[in-house]
Structures are given as C-alpha cells and as structure tokens.
C-alpha cells in the first residue's frame, strides 16, 4: 500500500502482520496514543515515522497502522477488497 501524503503531517504507526497491534476499532489515535502507548514495553511499540506534506509511505499488504494527523485536516478512509 502506498499512502500518498496530503498537505499536512502525520505520525505512522505501523506493525508487521505478525505482531498484533493493541489497537482498539472502538478508539481514536489519539486516545490509544494517550492511554495505551505509553504502557507498551519498548518491544511491543510499534514502527513509527512522521510525514511531511509531499512524502510517501509504502508498506506491504497486511501491516497493521494508524495513523496521526498533526495539522487540521479532513480525512476520508474506506476499505477495498
């Protein structure tokens, strides 16, 4: 999957399809990021990076992710299969 990156930052949190993410579909990114994160022992955190307006993200089918937005925007998600 590529994520081409829209005019704002973002925070990336990614997992590879072997480590099950404590993501809850229930809760924000925020709210998991505030509450659930800090918990997490460092070999349970997931892989992180933050974009900038103009950057691409690609990872391979089946990883976990969630995604922060930085700066005020408007998002639309929808699932393909």
């Known amino acids: 999957l590529c994520a081409p990156h829209p005019g704002v930052f973002q925070r990336w ?3 590879p ?3 099950t993410p404590h993501f809850h579909p ?3 990114t ?3 990021l505030h509450r659930t994160y800090p918990a997490l ?3 349970e955190r997931p892989l992180e990076c933050t974009l900038r307006p ?3 993200l690609y990872f391979p ?3 976990w992710h969630a995604t922060l937005n930085l ?3 408007v998002f639309i998600s929808t699932f393909l299969g």
């Open 17 to 19: 399809p072997d480590k």
């Open 71 to 73: 700066d005020t925007s």
């Open 41 to 43: 022992p460092p070999a």
């Open 30 to 32: 925020l709210a998991w």
């Open 13 to 15: 949190f990614l997992y």
């Open 26 to 28: 229930n809760e924000t």
């Open 54 to 56: 103009g950057e691409a």
């Open 61 to 63: 089918d089946r990883w």
